[in-house]
């Protein structure tokens, strides 16, 4: 016996292994097939667990992070604003709640620096990076581990030192790992800030969907202000304690559990949330504070969590179609090999022998083929980060591995299993034997092989049904009309630096617009707050009249409005239904005007003419008058409904922060990029364009997740096409090689071609035919579970399931086709000669 090279209960030897590779050498299309096959079964379920295994299964990476929580609250308290209502605090109350250490250990705040990225400059070159402020307890409380360096003090924090630390990706990317970036200068948002630290590699921050490249300490600086919000009235979110817009994170005290800790925490919570409000109105309600488990990133779930999990599921049929073609190839292989299994059982070999043959031969093709597969996973996970816009790291990790390696071992077994009965089959005996009819009876009339198949097609019409589902629905959302002409608009934002007040920020803005419209194949430019397609929106009550909206129809009255510049309507290509547009005098010394949509016309002036009533916002700041009625447009997303609308003139409200510009560019949009940049920059050579795009590109964001699904979907449905329609040939042609003799005899007594194809044909129908039956209500149970993905669709759509039916029946003929004419060119005598 040969030297064992695998422990376990069938040990396989070093001779098992050198014969199953001389007989996978015999059969290189058999084997390139198997290896095929099982790469991109396996290789796809890779792929997506390693996004799954990200996005919802992976830890942070933190210190111990079973013990890291986040802070969540039923609400904030009435009369403040907010930046998530259950996930952000005041500053006051995370001051009160870093100042007890009975329940947490340590607190730990942070805040984004802006809604998307920031300005920073290293060297002469401005560009855009992400970059929040933090706690000093930041990097200590969540025992993360610098690279190179130092993190962050509570002593930085309380100095509002100007220092930062970068992250190792943005080292990497950015400064090449050269270790001289410690000490240089990181200028954000013109603030020059010292780089004292290096994260360690793969922690990104612990926003959810981030990828942060700096951190901070947290700072006073008008400059630097949370979320890139000016400074209301000259304060910060320091200074204003109305404004929730801090995320915080704590750390569990040595023995304390999550609820000992709220139970310590909630009087001192409910005190500071009411800080610069006063005390709680009689009857309300107050907020209540409760911690959530942090080991993975909220809001992950909600946003990838049922897609993911149905892709999951997908994939999973994917991989059961391709394991079973191959057990049904090694099957048939092996049913060719019943002679040389029947002498090695008369020369005295033993059953657990033969299944360490077939095992050895299963684990080489399972070795071979996983390790494509991890090339193959590899590749597409980049495309899915790249597909679904997920910033976060979706290297596979050892959890992947495992899942991999997992399913390698199982589909070895399965492999090493599944042509077991075949080859014992016969037994002895049939060594003695010479007739290849005798030799292939049992394999004739063997039902496995369809039953295989059927199920596949069945499994088929299920993916292609999800697919088609999915992609309709992907389409329908790509032709929605937006309400505007978005085609020629190019986007970015613009942060300006050193604008103190507000007729800064207008003669700022107003010089910028001036050079841009100059640009060659310019056509119209304008600025606006918040940027289309981009999720964010200003929702809140206004006054109408005098009246605030939820006194005028009784509704709750949430209306939403932006902030926009000259020509914007004219520029967005929006139709102005009456009235007029903004325009360049409209100015702070002329009467102030605004501008509303359709549905704000219908619910707030039904029946009557809305140009000249009067609106503002709730607190009565200031007043505009209706000056113009426009077409409801798409806002915030693709798929939204729209609500009643309004805009101010920026030059008209008290304004100095970042601003997005919109310009109609006449040709490509992008290629005005490079002078837009130049002209900013004429301006102050800091400012960088932030996240420049076309309009189009960014309403595609907010359908990121659709296209993502949908680009999948249809992936696996063509898989599976391809897998089922190379068993289903697989079958047929081992089928017809076994009944040559059989087909040759009905040709010699007079069957004519036709009924020779239509006997194949016949039976690839009934194996489609019981498929669809199978798999239409399984397909009926998936559309039903992606109903809530599902856009201008309904989850029972005829077409799509008439459309799968045919597609399985199409691939069934294709595949068919070959195995049909080769029965009907079978020669007669030739046939009766092989006997």
Not at 39 to 60: D, E, H, K
Not at 84 to 92: C, I, K, M, N, R
Not at 138 to 148: A, D, N, P, Q, Y
Not at 696 to 704: G, N, P, R, V
Request: hydrophobic residues 45%; aromatic residues 8%; proline residues 6%.
């Amino acid at each position: 016996m040969g030297r064992a090279v695998m422990s376990g209960m069938f040990p396989v030897s070093a001779r098992d292994l050198q014969y199953a590779i001389r007989q996978l050498r015999k059969a290189p299309g058999f084997t390139l097939v198997c290896v095929l096959t099982l790469a991109l079964g396996i290789g796809a379920n890779t792929a997506v667990f390693s996004v799954m295994n990200a996005v919802l299964l992976r830890s942070l990476p933190v210190s111990d992070p079973a013990h890291v929580v986040y802070l969540q609250t039923s609400n904030a308290p009435r009369m403040t604003g907010t930046i998530d209502s259950h996930e952000t605090f005041s500053y006051p109350v995370y001051d009160a709640l870093r100042r007890q250490h009975s329940a947490l250990s340590a607190v730990i705040a942070f805040a984004p620096l802006s809604g998307n990225k920031v300005a920073v400059r290293y060297g002469t070159d401005p560009e855009e990076a992400e970059g929040d402020m933090v706690s000093g307890t930041f990097f200590s409380g969540l025992g993360v581990k610098l690279t190179r360096g130092r993190g962050f003090t509570e002593q930085d924090e309380a100095n509002h030192a100007q220092v930062a630390v970068i992250s190792y990706s943005y080292w990497t990317q950015r400064f090449s790992r050269s270790p001289d970036v410690l000490g240089k200068t990181l200028y954000v948002n013109g603030v020059p800030h010292t780089v004292v630290g290096i994260a360690s590699e793969g922690f990104e921050g612990v926003e959810p969907g981030a990828s942060t490249d700096f951190w901070i300490p947290l700072t006073s600086r008008p400059e630097l202000n949370a979320w890139g919000n000016p400074p209301e009235n000259g304060k910060t979110y320091r200074d204003n304690d109305t404004w929730w817009c801090l995320r915080l994170l704590g750390r569990l005290a040595p023995g304390v559990s999550r609820a000992q800790a709220v139970a310590r925490l909630q009087s001192t919570f409910q005190t500071a949330a009411y800080i610069g409000l006063g005390n709680p109105q009689a009857g309300e309600t107050r907020p209540t504070l409760s911690l959530e488990d942090a080991k993975n990133f909220p809001g992950y779930d909600d946003m990838y969590g049922k897609p993911l999990r149905m892709l999951m599921a997908m994939v999973g049929l994917v991989l059961l179609i391709a394991l079973s073609n191959v057990a049904m190839l090694l099957m048939a292989r092996n049913t060719t090999r019943q002679r040389e299994f029947s002498v090695r059982l008369a020369l005295g070999a033993g059953r657990g022998e033969l299944f360490r043959q077939l095992l050895t031969e299963s684990l080489l093709l399972v070795t071979l083929g996983g390790g494509l597969a991890w090339l193959f996973a590899a590749a597409a996970t980049r495309a899915l980060a790249a597909w679904a816009r997920i910033e976060s790291s979706l290297a596979p990790d050892n959890t992947v591995l495992f899942f991999t390696l997992s399913v390698l071992v199982l589909t070895a077994l399965l492999l090493g299993l599944a042509p077991l009965r075949i080859a014992l089959a016969a037994g002895p005996g049939l060594a003695l034997k010479t007739s290849a009819v005798t030799a292939n009876t049992d394999a004739s009339k063997s039902k496995t092989a369809r039953l295989i198949v059927t199920l596949q097609m069945a499994l088929c019409v299920v993916l292609l049904v999800g697919a088609g589902l999915l992609i309709r629905t992907l389409r329908n959302l790509e032709h929605t009309p937006l309400g505007m002409r978005a085609e020629g608009l190019v986007v970015f934002g613009v942060k300006p630096q050193n604008v103190h007040s507000v007729p800064e920020g207008i003669a700022f803005y107003r010089e910028l617009m001036d050079k841009l419209r100059a640009l060659p194949g310019v056509a119209s430019v304008t600025i606006m707050e918040e940027r289309l397609g981009a999720w964010w929106s200003d929702n809140s009550a206004m006054m109408v009249d005098g009246k605030m909206t939820s006194m005028i129809d009784g509704s709750p009255g949430t209306v939403r409005s932006n902030v926009a510049g000259p020509e914007f309507f004219r520029t967005l290509g929006v139709p102005v239904l009456a009235g007029r547009d903004f325009n360049d005098s409209d100015t702070a010394a002329s009467p102030h005007v605004g501008i509303i949509n359709e549905q704000f016309a219908q619910r707030f002036f039904p029946h009557q003419n809305p140009l000249g009533h009067v609106i503002g916002p709730d607190n009565g700041a200031y007043k505009m008058t209706i000056v113009g009625v426009v077409k409801d447009h798409k806002y915030r997303s693709i798929d939204e409904e729209p609500i009643p609308m309004a805009w101010y003139m920026y030059a008209q409200i008290p304004i100095t922060g970042g601003m997005n510009v919109e310009l109609r560019v006449h040709g490509a949009p992008l290629a005005v990029l490079p002078a837009a940049r130049k002209a900013l920059q004429e301006i102050n050579p800091n400012l960088p364009l932030i996240d420049p795009m076309t309009q189009l590109a960014q309403f595609e964001t907010t359908i990121s997740q659709q296209m993502l699904f949908a680009r999948l979907a249809g992936f696996f449905g063509i898989l599976a096409v391809v897998l089922v329609a190379t068993g289903l040939f697989g079958v047929l042609a081992y089928r017809v090689s076994n009944r040559t003799i059989e087909i040759g005899v009905r040709m010699a007594v007079g069957a004519r071609r036709g009924q020779v194809v239509w006997m194949v044909l016949r039976e690839s129908l009934i194996l489609t035919g019981a498929g669809v039956v199978i798999g239409i209500p399984l397909a009926m149970l998936l559309g039903r579970a992606l109903t809530s993905a599902l856009y201008g669709i309904k989850p029972y759509d005829t077409a799509s399931y008439l459309l799968a039916a045919l597609g399985v029946a199409a691939v069934s003929a294709v595949a068919s086709a070959i195995p049909a004419r080769r029965a009907a060119g079978i020669d007669p005598l030739t046939a009766l000669r092989t006997e």
